[in-house]
């Protein structure tokens, strides 16, 4: 999962395929309980193209795409977003799964 270091590269990132952002912060204890999780995940949407986001590192992008709880999930294709999971609420790997099959976006 490749680590997004400016907006303007998350922007550029974006436009490409279906990108799925993760919003994350290393203090973040429901972060740090998915985190084992994601590269599990990343394996099997391997159609999807996995980028991670700091919230502390990029808090500016945060607040443009109304991300207020952490971890979160947006996905774009093409750069327009097409799908959120965005609340306060601690994820497990079958939430996850759910909104990624909810984008039904069908496998290279």
Do not use: H
């Amino acid at each position: 999962m490749e680590n997004m270091k400016s907006i303007e590269q998350f922007k550029e990132t974006i436009k490409k395929d279906v990108t799925i952002a993760v919003f994350s912060a290393d203090w973040c204890p429901d972060c740090v309980v998915i985190k084992p999780i994601l590269p599990e995940i990343e394996e099997e949407y391997s159609n999807y193209q996995f980028v991670y986001v700091d919230r502390d590192e990029l808090i500016e992008l945060c607040q443009e795409l109304d991300i207020f709880g952490i971890p979160s999930f947006l996905a774009f294709k093409d750069g327009e977003e097409i799908g959120r999971y965005v609340n306060k609420e601690r994820k497990t790997k079958e939430q996850i799964v759910a909104f990624l099959e909810e984008l039904n976006i069908p496998s290279k």
